[in-house]
Nanobody
Framework: QVQLVESGGGLVQAGGSLRLSCIAS????????MGWFRQAPGKEREAVSC????????YYVDSVKGRFTISRDNAKNTLYLELNSLKPEDTAMYYC?????????????????WGQGTQVTVSS
């Protein structure tokens, strides 16, 4: 009964910005660490950025450090990802999910479902 609904994707030019949102329902949102993942054609799904329930611990894959910012609003059961200085290689379907998170590791919890995803396309 857990639902994760991603939105905010779109088509932008290189150097542009987007803000993705993930609205969660059916779970105690503030008790879960959450993460953003992406999958491009021909590539494995990878963790992009993750954040602990109290926003104390964050993780970013090296390729997006300094460009993307993860945040959450527990009162609204919403996870955000701000994407700045976008590059064509950021083109992918972006998903949110509950995760296991440390300072160096972010992995999707195996007993939790994916959201439906939102498409980000960056033109050159």
């Amino acid at each position: 009964q857990v639902q994760l609904v991603e939105s905010g994707g779109g088509l932008v030019q290189a150097g542009g910005s987007l803000r993705l949102s993930c609205i969660a329902s059916g779970l105690k949102f503030d008790a879960y660490t959450m993460g953003w993942f992406r999958q491009a054609p021909g590539k494995e799904r990878e963790a992009v950025s993750c954040i602990s329930g109290g926003s104390v611990i964050t993780y970013y894959v090296d390729s997006v450090k300094g460009r993307f910012t993860i945040s959450r609003d527990n009162a609204k059961n919403t996870l955000y990802l701000e994407l700045n200085s976008l590059k064509p290689e950021d083109t992918a379907m972006y998903y949110c999910a509950p995760v296991f998170l440390s300072a160096t590791i972010c992995r999707k919890l195996p007993n939790k479902d994916w959201g439906q995803g939102t498409q980000v396309t960056v033109s050159s």
